[in-house]
Nanobody
Framework: QVQLVESGGGSVQDGGSLKLSCAAS??????MGWFRQAPGKEREGVAA????????NYADSVRGRFTASFDNAKREVHLLLTSLKPEDTGMYYC?????????????????????WGQGTQVTVSS
């Protein structure tokens, strides 16, 4: 069973930065992603990585501000959040799915992901 554990959330001011981490254990996965859910809103994908090839896909709302990366030695995926805005506030979830060598971009669709972490809170104050 794949297990995902997030860490690194916290509270920052508008314009600040945070780094989230997600440690994976169990069977090897091909794709890992980050999602977020603000109060009263649906969960949305913000970044997705293809572990096998290194490609990364970002939501338009975070492109240029968030950077996703994978540490293969530690089996950890990281999300560096910079230039944070109050609208970035929410619970951030790490997720994973297995789909090798399709050539498709890493998915930002929630339904694609089978494995989920418990989430870590990010709060940005103005």
């Amino acid at each position: 069973q794949v297990q995902l554990v997030e860490s690194g959330g916290g509270s920052v001011q508008d314009g600040g930065s945070l780094k989230l981490s997600c440690a994976a254990s169990g069977p090897i996965v091909s794709h890992m992603g980050w999602f977020r859910q603000a109060p009263g809103k649906e969960r949305e994908g913000v970044a997705a990585l293809y572990i096998g090839g290194g490609s990364v896909n970002y939501a338009d709302s975070v492109r240029g501000r968030f950077t996703a990366s994978f540490d293969n030695a530690k089996r950890e995926v990281h999300l560096l959040l910079t230039s944070l805005k109050p609208e970035d506030t929410g619970m951030y979830y790490c997720a994973a799915y297995i789909e090798w060598s399709t050539g498709r971009p890493p998915s930002l669709e929630e339904g694609k992901y089978k494995y989920w972490g418990q989430g870590t809170q990010v709060t940005v104050s103005s």
